[in-house]
């Protein structure tokens, strides 16, 4: 389990803070920071980039992957279309699940094994919550067996429908904001 460190303030390293100080300036310095920057949910409380297509969500998905511990809830904002299940495929992908991801609008929620060397994560749920009516139809399909449960990592777009289920756990959150046709801003915080 996470533990103490989790909890601790973490100061923003120096290479972000750079990178805050130049990125509104220089978004070709900024674009070269980040991808030489190791990313980590876990060292960076904050963390905002722009994407400009598909595969750009995807691959921050990917990176965001590799920092993932046992037990995580990841909460997803953003309107429709915005890019939450794209971000979710380039994730699940990069934990060895080789199913295709499909939203789960209409199963509420969708239950992969993941495969990847790291042992301690087995059990990747990906809800979404877009035609949910009340947070027990979520209950009673076992979402409560899952949330922040060792070995899982939980996925949940638009979370804001199940506030009681979350409100006492420790969530990583993400917001996708639809700039233009391709274009998204996405915004990490901890
Ligand atoms: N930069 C981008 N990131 C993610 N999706 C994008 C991007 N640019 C265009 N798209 C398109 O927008 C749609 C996003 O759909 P989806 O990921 O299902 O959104 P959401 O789950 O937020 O409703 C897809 O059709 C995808 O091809
Ligand atoms: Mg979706």
């Keep these: 389990m996470r533990g103490g460190a989790f909890s601790r303030p973490l100061s923003v390293p120096p290479g972000m803070r750079l990178h805050r100080a130049l990125s509104l300036k220089n978004v070709a310095y900024r674009d070269f920071l980040f991808a030489f920057l ?59 699940i080789t199913e295709e991801i499909l939203s789960p609008t209409f199963t509420l929620m969708n239950i992969y094994n993941i495969k990847t060397s790291k042992p301690e994560l087995r059990t990747l749920v990906h809800i979404d ?46 917001y996708f904001e639809h700039l233009s046709n391709h274009e998204r801003k996405i915004t990490i915080e901890r």
């Design 129 to 174: 919550t877009y035609r949910l009516k009340t947070e027990n139809d979520l209950k009673e399909i076992g979402a409560e067996d899952y949330l922040g449960q060792p070995g899982v990592v939980t996925i949940i777009e638009w979370p804001e429908k199940i506030m009681g289920l979350i409100e006492n756990k420790k969530v990583i959150k993400i």
């Design 38 to 96: 190791p990313f980590s949910v876990y060292t960076c409380p904050y963390m905002e980039q722009i994407v400009q297509n598909e595969n750009e969500t995807k691959d921050l998905g990917q990176t965001i992957s590799t920092s993932l511990q046992d037990g995580d809830i990841l909460c997803l904002y953003g309107d429709l279309g915005a890019g939450k299940t794209t971000f979710v495929k380039g994730l699940a992908k990069s934990l060895g």
